[in-house]
């Protein structure tokens, strides 16, 4: 197995164009999240290296979207073969960037091939236009034509490099746009292994560049005025400084921000299966460290001590452990700071009248180095308290009681945020009427999938705005330019 020793971890460096070099702008030190011990320098961009690296994706613009369609879609395929022929590695380098189980990493890099192919597959079939009148008399013939923007900055967050470069370069490159992409200096090595990828796939220097390094580099990459669109998945804060940025120049943006996403589980349910679902994603799924996951259940009175003792066991019998080893279903978080935070939001839940069902503290012994926090479960959260309002990003999973369907619609939309949503019931038309009134840009209906190529994701309120995924992400990367010819 290819398990990413420190003398495996692959030289972090900067890929502008053809080349691949340090910067002399600083460096930060990448820190292994399951040993808390430094591994690697992170070269970190300037001002200079942004420069360069949009100057070099403007360059390769005019090639890139001159080329065949058929050859881009060619290319695209070629890499999403070479993603999945390289899943060990890019395991690996999960594992090493932010702690992910190597079970989780593994299923991770198929989904992000998915990703890759499936937009691939639109390259050259791409919905480039419409006709919008004909010709007759005194008439004029006209359409639409869609275009690339040009250069797109990319911003992503650490907790999922691969499918984050996954679920937007393979769209705006198959729609003819190059990119630069600022990964987070916390996971660094899953876009090397990408960008030596995207080379052997025949994509030309140029179109997809990377530069390494922290929030100046961000701010720098998405002020440029080469920059045509930015795409970013990340916190709120952070979003709000990119937006203000891009309105200096009225740059449109993609914002994949975090969620509160509510788990409505109502007594007709099959129980078993909800609860499995229940302590999975909120536990199993990166530790709890991803935007869509049902962090908030909501239980129906009648069901909710037999089912909260469900999800309770299951997040129990949940191993805790080294990301490498092969049974760890929840390895670390992030870093210290994300373990403080944890600290501070259960502390505070408990304050607000929340209980403590399982987990609640740290995990000391042999996991005391790393960044260990375990699955826990709180029952009875106030639903206006921290912890039914705000983000954890780690693995606490807030439990409220709701009387009837009515109240659990309440509960549910009562969050600023509006990212992802599940139900939990076998009355089809409850599901229906629930579907229609939930107020997030995705819903899932009894354990359904989320985040998959085909279908759209994205969020409204706090959660962001545009999507990714389906034939809305490719629509993301296109301008619309109305044509008419007259008969003068
Ligand atoms: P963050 O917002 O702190 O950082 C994200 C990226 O932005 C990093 O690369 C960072 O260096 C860069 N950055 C920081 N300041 C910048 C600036 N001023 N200009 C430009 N770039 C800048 O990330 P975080 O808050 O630690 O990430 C976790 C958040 O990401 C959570 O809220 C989570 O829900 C969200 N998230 C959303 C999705 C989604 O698809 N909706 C997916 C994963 C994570």
Request: hydrophobic share 45%.
């Amino acid at each position: 197995m290819g398990l990413a020793t420190e003398s495996a971890l692959p030289e972090v460096s900067l890929r502008i164009g053809a080349a691949s070099r340090t910067s002399g702008a600083g460096v930060h030190h990448h820190v292994n999240p399951a040993t808390g011990a430094f591994d690697a320098p992170v070269p970190m961009a300037g001002v200079d290296d942004v420069d360069e690296a949009v100057h070099a994706a403007h360059q390769a613009f005019a090639v890139w979207k001159a080329t065949r369609a058929g050859t881009r879609a060619r290319a695209l395929l070629e890499l999403a073969r070479l993603v999945e022929g390289h899943t060990e590695e890019f395991a690996a380098l999960a594992t090493a960037d932010n702690g992910t189980p190597q079970a989780t990493a593994g299923a991770m890099v198929g989904a992000a091939a998915e990703w890759i192919r499936y937009y691939g597959g639109w390259a050259d079939k791409l919905p480039l236009g419409r006709v919008t009148s004909v010709a007759g008399a005194g008439g004029s013939f006209g359409h639409t034509l869609r275009q690339p923007y040009g250069v797109i900055g990319v911003v992503i967050t650490w907790n999922a490099p691969l499918m984050s470069l996954a679920m937007k370069v393979p769209a705006a490159l198959a729609a003819g746009n190059t990119v630069v992409v600022k990964p987070s200096e916390l996971t660094p090595f899953s876009a090397m292994l990408f960008a030596d990828l995207v080379r052997e796939a025949g994509i030309p220097d140029g179109v997809f560049n990377v530069v390494t390094g922290g929030a100046e580099a961000g701010a720098v990459l998405v002020a440029h005025p080469l920059v045509k669109k930015v795409t970013f998945t990340g916190g709120p804060e952070t979003a709000r400084k990119i937006t203000a940025a891009c309105a200096e120049t009225f740059k449109p943006v993609v914002l994949e921000l975090g969620g509160k996403s509510a788990n409505l589980v109502f007594a007709d349910a099959d129980l078993d299966a909800a609860a499995l679902h229940a302590a999975f994603m909120a536990f199993g799924i990166m530790t709890g460290q991803a935007c869509a996951l049902p962090t908030r259940l909501l239980v129906e009175d009648s069901i909710h001590d037999e089912f909260v003792a469900k999800v309770a066991a299951i997040a129990g019998s949940f191993k805790v452990g080294h990301p490498q080893e092969p049974d760890t279903v929840c390895g670390p978080v992030i870093n210290q700071g994300a373990i403080d935070r944890i600290e501070a939001m259960v502390a505070q839940a408990q304050n607000d009248g929340a209980r403590v069902v399982t987990g609640g503290a740290r995990l000391a012994g042999d996991l005391a180095a790393g960044f260990y926090y375990p699955p826990t479960v709180m029952a009875d959260v106030d639903p206006a308290s921290e912890l039914a309002q705000k983000e954890v990003f780690g693995p606490v999973l807030a439990v409220t009681r709701f009387t009837d369907e009515a109240h659990a619609l309440f509960l549910a939309n009562d969050t600023d945020y509006g990212l992802s949503g599940c139900i939990w019931t076998s009355d089809a038309r409850r599901a229906v009427r629930l579907v229609e009134q939930l107020e997030t840009g995705e819903v899932v209906v009894n354990g359904a999938p989320n985040a998959v190529a085909e279908r759209p994701f994205g969020g409204i309120g706090h959660s962001g705005t545009g999507n990714e995924g389906g034939l809305e992400g490719l629509e993301e990367f296109f301008w619309t330019k109305s044509v008419a010819y007259g008969n003068g």
